[in-house]
């Protein structure tokens, strides 16, 4: 559970981070998509964690890779637009936020799911065909030898 100065420390943290990729976003990763779901500030303030929803982008990895090897120009981004702040600007990590991709997968089951359900009631309301009567032939009498 976070304390209520982790999460303050961690909004003011986001705000700044997320003026940083409006502004110099291209810079850093590219044409991709970003965009910061979430912000987790450890309990000595030494560490941020950043988790990202990455979207237009073939691998996501290489996209935190890229933030990664940008991490120093970062935390001169931050340490400027928060130095009235924050005394110390903390480590930085980037981590991929994929509970969007999740979701997304989840609906699809569950369409999946009511589309079958939709289809096997349809195939249940139809009216039973009617039976029409076979007839047989009687079997032939043998001959008696």
């Given at each position: 559970?976070?304390?209520?100065?982790?999460?303050?420390?961690?909004?003011?943290?986001?705000?700044?981070?997320?003026?940083?990729?409006?502004?110099?976003?291209?810079?850093?990763?590219?044409?991709?998509?970003?965009?910061?779901?979430?912000?987790?500030?450890?309990?000595?303030?030494?560490?941020?964690?950043?988790?990202?929803?990455?979207?237009?982008?073939?691998?996501?990895?290489?996209?935190?890779?890229?933030?990664?090897?940008?991490?120093?120009?970062?935390?001169?981004?931050?340490?400027e637009k928060l130095r009235?702040?924050?005394?110390?600007?903390?480590?930085?990590?980037?981590?991929?936020?994929?509970?969007?991709d999740y979701v997304t997968?989840?609906?699809?089951?569950?369409?999946?799911?009511?589309?079958?359900?939709?289809?096997?009631?349809?195939?249940?309301?139809?009216?039973?065909?009617?039976?029409?009567?076979?007839?047989?032939?009687?079997?032939?009498?043998?001959?008696?030898?």
């Amino acid at each position: 559970m976070d304390t209520r100065r982790q999460l303050r420390i961690a909004s003011v943290i986001k705000d700044a981070f997320s003026e940083i990729l409006v502004r110099d976003g291209k810079n850093i990763y590219g044409t991709a998509f970003v965009t910061v779901t979430n912000v987790k500030v450890t309990s000595d303030l030494t560490l941020v964690r950043f988790y990202l929803s990455i979207y237009n982008a073939t691998d996501k990895e290489e996209v935190i890779g890229k933030f990664n090897f940008k991490k120093f120009d970062i935390k001169k981004l931050l340490a400027e637009k928060l130095r009235h702040q924050l005394r110390r600007i903390p480590e930085l990590e980037f981590f991929v936020d994929d509970t969007q991709d999740y979701v997304t997968r989840i609906n699809e089951v569950f369409n999946k799911i009511k589309e079958e359900d939709e289809n096997l009631k349809a195939e249940l309301e139809k009216p039973a065909p009617k039976k029409t009567a076979v007839k047989r032939k009687a079997p032939a009498k043998k001959k008696a030898s």
